[in-house]
């Protein structure tokens, strides 16, 4: 079992930038896909990104051209790279693991979640 932590959320103006971790700890992440989700208030969980094991990333199309995946396989850490912040950006932001070790979309195929992590944009 993995046991996921995200970090390096908090408050941005609009326009700025922010980095999250996901890192995990229990066992590596190798072979998995990991994914980022957000959830702001009154609104359902939505997908924002994903890494499958090889390197193959997938984006939503709101954050496309704005959010990087990357992985660093020796601090056992995935990052969410986000620029150019919007105040719709404003949400929970929390990491998954999937065992199928794909860029899955759906929520629904992964097995393993952080708590999450604030980010506030303000205008």
């Known amino acids: 079992q993995v046991r996921l932590v995200e970090s390096g959320g908090g408050l941005v103006q609009v326009g700025g930038s922010l980095r999250l971790s996901c890192a995990a700890s229990?066992?590596?992440?190798?072979?998995?896909?990991i994914g980022w989700f957000r959830q702001a208030p009154g609104k359902e969980r939505e997908f924002v990104g994903a890494?499958?094991?090889?390197?193959?990333?997938s984006y939503a199309d709101s954050v496309k051209g704005r959010f990087t995946i990357s992985g660093s396989s020796a601090k056992n850490t995935v990052y969410l790279q986000m620029n150019s912040l919007k105040p719709e950006d404003t949400a929970v932001y929390s990491c998954?693991?999937?065992?199928?070790?794909?860029?899955?979309?759906?929520?629904?195929?992964?097995?393993?979640w952080g708590q999450g992590t604030q980010v506030t944009v303000s205008s």
């Open positions: 229990g066992r590596t992440f190798s072979g998995y896909g």
């Open positions: 998954a693991a999937t065992v199928s070790g794909l860029e899955s979309t759906s929520s629904r195929a992964y097995d393993y």
């Open positions: 890494i499958s094991w090889t390197g193959t990333t």
